[in-house]
């Protein structure tokens, strides 16, 4: 299956000209930089995300039995 | 002090010079933005063509650099909120409604951009996103992010709106940018 040609869209707000045109060899690096980054972004959100639910479901089964938590446990519920 | 907004221009919607091809945009970019306002107003309503939640990503004056810093916070309909700071190329203004989402169902964005003319300081933003999905309510969310430019030298001259997920903005997506003059 063949890619679809990345194309920039400008519009100039001082003249309103409209240019469109395939993206340069730069703006393509640019371009697979920038979703690479952001694929990293998203996992490292993600696994925060999850870790943080995961430390207060534990902090909430140590209370509800009455066990000691850990210091990183009680962080996620003492304001 | 009143002040008066003044539509410098638009991607989409009525009266404007360019909408978004059936096909998509892959990156727009509002170039040769005039000098002569107090702040800027950046309204975002899009969709893009990946699936699940995509992301909106800003770039001032087309600088790639590691030179914009952030915080933000987010909530979602369920699991846990959560937020962060950091700094990167682009400033991403998650979130977006992709095709996982309910049918033609648009994010909205609304970004103020103040003192962007200056040329002696960091040009800071503040954003706030929304994202309905009545398909699945774990993919219902809102963000807000302060992030700051930390460019001083230059005025904010261009805005480029992309997808950093490497999709497109799809067809009836808009952007209104608006310049704000204290009167």
Request: proline share 3%.
């Amino acid at each position: 299956m063949t890619e679809p040609t990345l194309m920039m869209h400008i519009v100039n707000c001082t003249t309103g000209e409209v240019t469109e045109r395939p993206y340069t060899a730069e703006e393509i690096a640019q371009y697979e930089a920038d979703v690479a980054a952001n694929t990293a972004r998203r996992a490292e959100e993600t696994a925060a995300a999850e870790a943080l639910a995961a430390l207060k479901a534990s902090a909430k089964a140590k209370l509800v039995a009455g066990e000691p938590l850990t210091e990183e446990e009680a962080a996620t519920i003492v304001l | 002090m009143p002040s008066t907004y003044t539509l410098i221009t638009s991607i989409g919607g009525a009266g404007n010079p360019y909408t978004v091809p059936s096909g998509g945009v892959t990156t727009a970019t509002l170039s040769s933005i005039p000098s002569t306002y107090t702040d800027l107003k950046l309204l975002i309503s899009a969709r893009y063509s990946g699936s699940s939640i995509g992301d909106i990503a800003i770039r001032f004056n087309g600088d790639t650099g590691s030179n914009y810093s952030y915080v933000e916070g987010y909530g979602q309909s369920t699991g846990t909120p959560g937020g962060g700071k950091g700094s990167g190329a682009a400033r991403h203004n998650s979130i977006i409604n992709g095709t996982g989402s309910t049918a033609s169902t648009f994010n909205n964005v609304e970004i103020n951009i103040i003192d962007y003319a200056s040329t002696s300081r960091a040009k800071v933003s503040i954003a706030d996103a929304v994202l309905e999905n009545m398909a699945s309510t774990t993919n219902t969310q809102m963000r807000i992010q302060g992030w700051s430019w930390n460019n001083t030298a230059n005025a904010i001259n261009s805005i480029t709106v992309f997808d950093p997920a490497g999709t497109n903005l799809v067809e009836f997506s808009t952007i209104y940018l608006y310049g704000i003059s204290n009167a």
